[in-house]
């Protein structure tokens, strides 16, 4: 089976939201420094963009899709037998002999009494969204194109390239025709802004002397460093009183237009079938199953013919769930449910005349137990 792809598929969905670097087509973010726009109540009303802000702009043609028919389900049964008993003590060896504690002597002494399989599914609904926001922002004004005349797009309209499927990203656009010159809020115009060290007056307070103009050591003496006059020059501003203001670079004025910020998520849903085995199930998260199934589809209907009536339980409510959270606030892009065939096997072996159970999961024949016989005393603490 497809290992690598399996855990690829994992990765994609614990990995921190990525994009490719260069899809990343704000121009703002490298040159702005922290710019920002005036407040909104001095920005002009862009028609189709009356408010504005964190709320999400719903998809203008929600519910015009329809889920495509139902995936075939598997023909073959999935009944597969318990490993066998040299398959059950390899591993019960290998993991014995990665415990640096654990005794050898039960593992090679041990006689098995029943080996039991408990095949478990795993079922994943994958919704991979987009939502769309917008806000104002602005970048320092140094003689740009400002295309503040014609009609600005609906924020829907615009095309935006995904970059990946079922990946997490976010991309920042201008909205064409919202592009105005305001004079900047921060400065009031001035381009520079007061130097917050030395509020205004260029110079602070000398560090050698703490501003006495003294020292006292090796004997009392005028200070070198600010001639006695206890100040010396601003570092901060070189003695003029103002720095260069943050927001618009010193030009005075900003280049204001309404930004469209477009977010891609993949949203998860799984289930494990637990069969009550008294196998801890979120050991699972970490390994590997067999694929059955994988639908993929811009909206997938439920599985409805799983031989496993449980799964079919399980995929109509994560789908119908998934529609209702995500359809009225979201477009939904493309969606991917999958089934897995996770192997477990509950080995019962006796040794010293007593019963112990140890389980061997996942197609890594990794071993779980919770009553290993043979532990030295410092097992107990770790
Ligand atoms: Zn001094
Ligand atoms: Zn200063
Ligand atoms: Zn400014």
Same mark, same amino acid.
């Given at each position: 089976?497809?290992?690598?792809?399996?855990?690829?598929?994992?990765?994609?969905?614990?990995?921190?939201?990525? %994009?490719?670097?260069?899809?990343?087509?704000?121009?703002?973010?490298?040159?702005?420094?922290?710019?920002?726009?005036?407040?909104?109540?001095?920005?002009?009303?862009?028609?189709?963009?009356?408010?504005?802000?964190?709320?999400?702009?719903?998809?203008?043609?929600? @519910?015009?899709?329809?889920?495509?028919?139902?995936?075939?389900?598997?023909?073959? +049964?999935?009944?597969?037998?318990?490993?066998?008993?040299?398959?059950?003590?390899?591993?019960?060896?290998?993991?014995?002999?990665?415990? %640096? !504690?654990?005794?050898?002597?039960?593992?090679?002494?041990?006689?098995?009494?029943?080996?039991?399989?408990?095949?478990?599914?795993?079922?994943?609904?994958?919704?991979?969204?987009?939502?769309?926001?917008?806000?104002?922002?602005?970048?320092?004004?140094?003689?740009?194109?400002?295309?503040?005349?014609?009609?600005?797009?609906?924020?829907?309209?615009?095309?935006?390239?995904?970059?990946?499927?079922?990946?997490?990203?976010?991309?920042?656009?201008?909205?064409?025709?919202?592009?105005?010159?305001?004079?900047?809020?921060? !400065?009031?115009?001035?381009?520079?802004?007061? !130097?917050?060290? &030395?509020?205004?007056?260029?110079?602070?307070?000398? @560090?050698?002397?703490?501003?006495?103009?003294?020292?006292?050591?090796?004997? +009392?003496?005028? &200070? =070198?460093?600010?001639?006695?006059? =206890?100040?010396? +020059? !601003?570092?901060? #501003?070189?003695?003029? @009183?103002? $720095?260069? #203001?943050?927001?618009?670079?010193?030009? @005075?004025?900003?280049? &204001?237009?309404?930004?469209?910020?477009?977010?891609?998520?993949?949203?998860?849903?799984?289930?494990?079938? *637990?069969?009550?085995?008294?196998?801890?199930?979120?050991?699972?998260?970490?390994?590997? =199953?067999?694929?059955?199934?994988? *639908?993929?589809?811009?909206?997938?209907?439920?599985?409805?013919?799983?031989?496993?009536?449980?799964?079919?339980?399980?995929?109509?409510?994560?789908? +119908?769930?998934?529609?209702?959270?995500? %359809?009225?606030? #979201?477009?939904?892009?493309?969606?991917?449910?999958?089934?897995?065939?996770?192997?477990?096997?509950?080995?019962?072996?006796?040794?010293?005349?007593?019963?112990? $159970?140890?389980?061997?999961?996942?197609?890594?024949?990794?071993?779980?137990?919770?009553?290993?016989?043979?532990?030295?005393? #410092?097992?107990?603490?770790?």
């Amino acid at each position: 089976m497809d290992r690598t792809h399996l855990l690829s598929d994992q990765d994609e969905v614990h990995s921190v939201p990525s %994009c490719p670097a260069g899809s990343y087509a704000d121009p703002n973010t490298e040159a702005n420094n922290g710019a920002t726009a005036p407040p909104s109540d001095l920005m002009p009303v862009v028609p189709g963009y009356e408010r504005l802000g964190p709320n999400i702009i719903p998809p203008s043609d929600f @519910g015009s899709r329809q889920p495509e028919a139902p995936p075939r389900a598997p023909e073959r +049964r999935f009944d597969i037998p318990a490993i066998s008993e040299e398959l059950a003590q390899e591993a019960f060896t290998n993991y014995v002999s990665s415990k %640096c !504690c654990y005794s050898s002597k039960p593992v090679k002494e041990m006689v098995f009494t029943d080996l039991q399989s408990l095949n478990t599914y795993r079922y994943r609904l994958e919704t991979f969204t987009e939502t769309r926001t917008t806000e104002w922002d602005s970048e320092p004004y140094n003689g740009q194109v400002v295309d503040g005349v014609g009609m600005a797009p609906a924020a829907w309209s615009i095309p935006v390239p995904i970059p990946s499927l079922f990946q997490d990203c976010k991309k920042s656009i201008r909205v064409p025709h919202t592009s105005t010159v305001k004079g900047c809020h921060s !400065c009031l115009n001035l381009g520079r802004s007061a !130097c917050s060290k &030395c509020v205004n007056s260029g110079r602070t307070r000398c @560090g050698h002397c703490s501003g006495t103009g003294w020292r006292s050591s090796p004997e +009392r003496q005028r &200070c =070198g460093s600010c001639s006695g006059s =206890g100040m010396i +020059r !601003c570092h901060s #501003c070189g003695g003029v @009183g103002s $720095i260069t #203001c943050k927001t618009c670079q010193g030009h @005075g004025k900003l280049l &204001c237009f309404i930004k469209l910020i477009v977010t891609w998520k993949n949203n998860m849903h799984v289930s494990v079938i *637990d069969k009550g085995s008294g196998f801890p199930v979120d050991l699972l998260d970490q390994i590997t =199953g067999e694929k059955l199934l994988t *639908d993929m589809a811009p909206m997938v209907y439920p599985v409805v013919n799983f031989p496993d009536r449980s799964v079919n339980a399980v995929s109509e409510s994560a789908v +119908r769930e998934h529609q209702a959270q995500f %359809c009225t606030t #979201c477009r939904i892009l493309q969606q991917r449910q999958t089934i897995e065939l996770i192997p477990i096997t509950r080995v019962h072996y006796i040794w010293k005349e007593k019963t112990h $159970i140890y389980f061997v999961y996942g197609t890594e024949h990794k071993v779980f137990t919770k009553d290993y016989p043979a532990k030295c005393c #410092c097992c107990s603490i770790l």
